[in-house]
């Protein structure tokens, strides 16, 4: 989906196997976009800060996080989009936060 925000600039409602598009595209709803945003800040909050101890994340999170608000510039009549910008910024701030702590 971060490919499909980022590089093309696009939330279809359907995809193809492999999340390639179809020949007649259709934009996902609104609402589809701010949960499609949820899910990528909730993912960014499990990963942690790049580089900190013991976390998985390569950067993996700013990259969720990243696309979650280019998606909203997408949609931007999309429900909840000041909260749902707010916590993109919790999330950064945090992310920064963290590394700030790394020796």
Same mark, same amino acid.
């Given at each position: ?19 390639k598009?179809?020949?007649?595209e259709?934009?996902?709803e ?8 949820a ?6 909050c ?39 910008? @707010?916590? @993109? ?15």
């Open positions: 989906m971060c490919r499909q925000i980022d590089v093309r600039k696009k939330v279809s409602a359907v995809y193809a196997a492999g999340w598009r179809f020949d007649s259709v934009p996902a609104p609402a589809v976009v701010s949960g499609l945003v899910v990528l800040l909730a993912n960014a499990r990963v942690g800060a790049p580089g900190l101890g013991g976390s998985r994340n390569d950067g993996w999170g700013l990259k969720c996080t990243n696309s979650a608000l280019k998606a909203l510039e997408l949609r931007e009549q999309a429900p909840y989009v000041s909260d749902l910008r @707010a916590w @993109a910024i919790e999330v950064l701030d945090r992310m920064r936060g963290l590394e700030e702590e790394l020796p």
